[in-house]
Nanobody, 121 residues
Framework: QVQLVESGGGLVQPGGSLRLSCAASGMIFSIHTMGWYRQAPGKQRELVAD???????NYADSVKGRFTISRDNAKNTVYLQMNSLKLEDTAVYYC???????????????WGQGTQVTVSS
């Protein structure tokens, strides 16, 4: 079993900051990519940012320059620092990990339960 546990969501005013964390645990042989997706009401889930085990990053155009993704491979943890938050950043944020539970298996995608981020004045 693999678990992804997220933390750090909440309510923030426009222009404010939040930091999300996601820790992966359980049967893990190796983690390839970790990332964050979000889903706003009535919209499809979209990629926010992801990061490979080597540290290469990828961002949605809408968050470039405002959000920073980082990763601690020793702790199997990914972070998302969100600055200059806008009303349109309001969504449920989901952690994703693409990993191999055992040698020769996968990689498979695993998801966290989601954490609500609300940007409101």
């Amino acid at each position: 079993q693999v678990q992804l546990v997220e933390s750090g969501g909440g309510l923030v005013q426009p222009g404010g900051s939040l930091r999300l964390s996601c820790a992966a645990s359980g049967m893990i042989f190796s983690i390839h990519t970790m990332g964050w997706y979000r889903q706003a009401p009535g919209k499809q889930r979209e990629l926010v940012a992801d990061i490979t085990s080597g540290g290469s990053t990828n961002y949605a155009d809408s968050v470039k320059g405002r959000f920073t993704i980082s990763r601690d491979n020793a702790k199997n943890t990914v972070y998302l620092q969100m600055n200059s938050l806008k009303l349109e950043d309001t969504a449920v944020y989901y952690c994703n990990a693409r990993l191999r539970p055992r040698v020769g298996m996968g990689p498979f995608d695993y998801w966290g339960q989601g954490t609500q981020v609300t940007v409101s004045s």
